[in-house]
């Protein structure tokens, strides 16, 4: 568990996203790729709770289980303001070591502000998953 705030990704832009800067606070962390319905499905809705949520301290990032290039595209499509780590395959083994064993996707880890996972949902996250969330955490 320790692991995950030793990482860094890149963004699609390029830029350093070390996993260490998001400690401290309640951290959802969403394992998801382009071809992926579900995952593409959920985005707008994390976003959502990304924006709402935001200035009462909760963080949300995004793994990307995928292509650099095929995130890159779909972001051009589908924008979010939470941000995105290209986690490709270490991505896989990141979400196992977190609870994933059958490595499927969309997967999400709710991370309290110590750092403890809450949380771990296999599937489409819905808006009484993000409700029930935050008030467990």
């Known amino acids: 568990m320790d ?4 990482l860094n990704f890149d963004t699609p832009q ?13 951290l959802l962390v969403n394992f998801w790729a382009t071809w992926c319905p ?7 809705l994390l976003d959502a709770f990304f924006r709402e ?3 009462k301290g909760w963080q949300v990032v995004g793994l990307a289980v995928d292509q ?4 890159r595209t779909f972001l051009q499509r589908l924008p979010v303001t939470f941000p995105i780590g290209m986690a490709g395959l270490e ?13 499927g996707l969309p997967y999400t880890v709710v991370l309290g502000a110590d750092g ?6 296999m599937g489409r996250v819905t808006e009484a998953d993000l409700k029930a969330w935050i008030a467990a955490a």
Do not use: I, K
Not at 3 to 6: A, C
Not at 14 to 26: K, N, V
Not at 91 to 103: H, V
């Open 3 to 6: 692991r995950l705030w030793t």
């Open 14 to 26: 390029g830029a350093a996203l070390p996993m260490a800067g998001f400690r401290g606070r309640p």
């Open 38 to 44: 579900p995952c593409v499905e959920e985005m707008p």
């Open 53 to 55: 949520h935001a200035a």
């Open 68 to 71: 650099p290039s095929s995130v």
């Open 91 to 103: 991505g896989t083994e990141l979400a196992r070591s977190l609870g994933n064993a059958s490595g």
């Open 116 to 121: 403890a996972v809450r949380q771990r949902s």
